[in-house]
T-cell receptor, first 119, second 113 residues
Framework: AQTVTQSQPEMSVQEAETVTLSCTYDTSESNYYLFWYKQPPSRQMILVIRQEAYKQQNATENRFSVNFQKAAKSFSLKISDSQLGDTAMYFCAFLRLPFFSGNTGKLIFGQGTTLQVKP | DAGVIQSPRHEVTEMGQEVTLRCKPISGHNSLFWYRQTMMRGLELLIYFNNNVPIDDSGMPEDRFSAKMPNASFSTLKIQPSEPRDSAVYFC???????????FGQGTRLTVV
């Protein structure tokens, strides 16, 4: 079974600074996706960034980037130039591939990290 | 598209009452998920539908919980009878089968008193 662990329940960062959120996962699979979702106080789950396991290049989306270390099963999220609107809970998630009858394609989430950006 | 629509956004009910949560997935999406979020257990998958058929309900906590998807545009999650420990935020998510990105509704915050 796959598990996702986020060891930092809470973090804070000053506006305009850089912060890194940690995520580790456990799987015996070689083909999968990893995601970071953001959940602001509005409760809406918003996809921030995704990484395909077979791609060595780290994904980037504007101020958000990941450090994907497949051998170490580590998937951290770096937020550059932090903004007040980045204040939210962040979830790391795992999706096993490919989809077939024995794999329903369910997202497995970590416990989340609450990030507060301070002015 | 309006995204995944859940109703109600908030529900307060008394212990023992029946509760029905509703979800309208994004048009064209044929996979639908129900998740429950609590402080203690985080986000847990309750049940997953594919083309309106329940595929994996191993996360449904007990017989008090049931879910249906009578058509491609509507799903319900029912709790009968409800208990205080069912208090949580319930999310519905949908995606196109075979795609990796799931889209979430805004959730229903259920409080059972």
């Amino acid at each position: 079974a796959q598990t996702v662990t986020q060891s930092q329940p809470e973090m804070s960062v000053q506006e305009a600074e850089t912060v890194t959120l940690s995520c580790t996962y456990d799987t015996s699979e070689s083909n999968y996706y990893l995601f970071w979702y953001k959940q602001p106080p509005s409760r809406q789950m918003i996809l921030v960034i995704r990484q395909e396991a077979y791609k060595q290049q780290n994904a980037t989306e504007n101020r958000f980037s990941v450090n994907f270390q497949k051998a170490a099963k580590s998937f951290s999220l770096k937020i550059s130039d932090s903004q007040l609107g980045d204040t939210a809970m962040y979830f790391c998630a795992f999706l096993r591939l490919p989809f077939f009858s024995g794999n329903t394609g369910k997202l497995i989430f970590g416990q989340g990290t609450t990030l507060q950006v301070k002015p | 598209d309006a995204g995944v629509i859940q109703s109600p956004r908030h529900e307060v009910t008394e212990m023992g009452q029946e509760v029905t949560l509703r979800c309208k997935p994004i048009s064209g999406h044929n996979s639908l998920f129900w998740y429950r979020q609590t402080m203690m257990r985080g986000l847990e998958l309750l049940i997953y539908f594919n083309n309106n058929v329940p595929i994996d309900d191993s996360g449904m906590p007990e017989d008090r919980f049931s879910a249906k998807m009578p058509n491609a545009s509507f799903s319900t999650l029912k709790i009968q009878p409800s208990e205080p420990r069912d208090s949580a935020v319930y999310f519905c998510a949908s995606r196109i089968q075979g795609n990796t990105e799931a889209f979430f509704g805004q959730g229903t915050r259920l409080t059972v008193v």
